[in-house]
């Protein structure tokens, strides 16, 4: 997804700027019609303005629960038979999220005005994704909103199951790493310099240990303002990287290869995919599209990028099977599920199963995250008791013998 600048009149010829997500310049047109605006310029937004790239980054969209919650509301009020306007006039009125309810309000501001369900909800691309919006659009045309939001109710379930067992596994970890980095700037700032005064005073030549954690600790001292000031602009400038196409593609296949949460995280994506491909092929979304929304439901350039090749190579008549060999993405298990799929014409049901068996191998992942990771933490811990063993003990070691006279 790139990031647009657009400008554009209503229905009522007031003019309007603003900023957008689409896949190319006509779709981002096509979205702002559906939206009920008329285009006038559409352009790429400017990628020198850095701020303008850390607003798009940081923008407010909804959390996981809210969502949930949301898709919930609308599949009950839905199978009780309430009409779709009065449904968003209704949420609008009594949700305490306040993006929640500028959104619902536009949307059935949208409705009122003629437009349909989908329409009015690809206008807000940061809180409903085009995985949400293409199966909104099968639910009308089929006739099955309620079914439509059960399923997203479900998909977003499992995706908060998911989080929140990995926040769990990695809440110990995260906070002893925190502890470590705190200690190490105390220790840099205010306990390495008292020494140093007092080692000073003794006139011994000291330990190379020991002159290169007094030098270290000077420089951060001296030093410290414009490191915080580099750390910042590296953070910005890392930013702006991954919201390039080749930075963000770079950073996502990186975060794959990493070791041990690598590949935790290629099975959460996959699962990821193969319950979003499942919900829609079953959904009645024809296949080439079904790989081109839930590629990008995977929120991972490197996995989009090969999901979306095996749609050029079902767009050529090739097989389902064969496509997804070549991306090397999948485990031959899942391989072979797709070709029974084929063979059988239940590829919904057995990429259901492949999401479910990804799923199983997340939660054995998971539960073995933090054994995986202590052994590094305490590696990392020892190594810096040890250096400020040699540091800062050896000298006072040698004081006290001198002074024994040994």
Request: aromatic share 8%; with cysteine.
């Amino acid at each position: 997804m790139a990031l647009f600048e657009y400008r554009a009149r209503d229905r009522q010829g007031q003019l309007s700027r603003g900023t957008m997500e689409a896949t190319s310049i006509q779709a981002a047109g096509v979205s702002l019609m559906q939206s009920g605006l008329l285009p006038i310029d559409i352009k790429p937004a400017g990628k020198g303005s850095l701020m303008l790239e850390l607003r798009q980054y940081f923008k407010r969209g909804l959390k996981t629960e809210v969502l949930l919650i949301l898709c919930r509301q609308l599949a009950s009020l839905t199978r009780a038979g309430v009409p779709i306007l009065r449904i968003m006039q209704g949420l609008a009125e009594t949700t305490d999220n306040k993006v929640l309810e500028a959104v619902l309000t536009e949307a059935a501001a949208a409705l009122h005005k003629g437009q349909t369900l989908s329409a009015a909800l690809s206008a807000h691309p940061h809180i409903f994704n085009s995985l949400f919006v293409s199966l909104v659009e099968v639910g009308e045309s089929t006739g099955q909103l309620e079914q439509t939001f059960l399923q997203l109710a479900q998909y977003y379930q499992l995706e908060l199951d998911t989080r929140r067992r990995v926040k769990a596994a990695i809440r110990y970890p995260s906070f002893v790493m925190f502890a470590m980095s705190a200690a190490m700037v105390v220790i840099n700032i205010y306990v390495i310099p008292a020494f140093s005064g007092m080692f000073a005073g003794m006139g011994a030549e000291l330990p190379l240990a020991t002159r290169l954690l007094i030098g270290s600790s000077d420089f951060f001292v001296h030093y410290f303002g414009y490191l915080l000031l580099g750390l910042m602009g590296g953070v910005m400038l890392w930013l702006h990287y991954i919201r390039t196409e080749s930075g963000r593609y770079q950073w996502h296949r990186w975060q794959l290869k990493l070791p041990i949460v690598g590949p935790l995280l290629r099975r959460i994506l996959l699962a990821r995919f193969c319950r979003s491909f499942a919900m829609m092929l079953s959904a009645g979304v024809p296949i080439t599209q079904v790989l081109d929304l839930a590629g990008n439901a995977t929120g991972n350039a490197f996995l989009t990028r090969a999901i979306l090749a095996m749609g050029e190579g079902l767009a050529g008549g090739r097989s389902l099977s064969s496509v997804a060999r070549e991306g090397r993405i999948f485990t031959p298990l899942i391989l072979q599920m797709f070709n029974v799929g084929e063979e059988t014409g239940r590829i919904d049901e057995m990429v259901k199963e492949a999401g479910q068996f990804y799923e199983e191998e997340v939660d054995y992942d998971i539960s073995n995250l933090s054994a995986k990771i202590e052994p590094i933490m305490i590696v990392g811990i020892s190594v810096m008791v040890l250096i400020l063993a040699l540091g800062i003990f050896s000298p006072m070691w040698g004081m006290v013998d001198a002074v024994q006279g040994r």
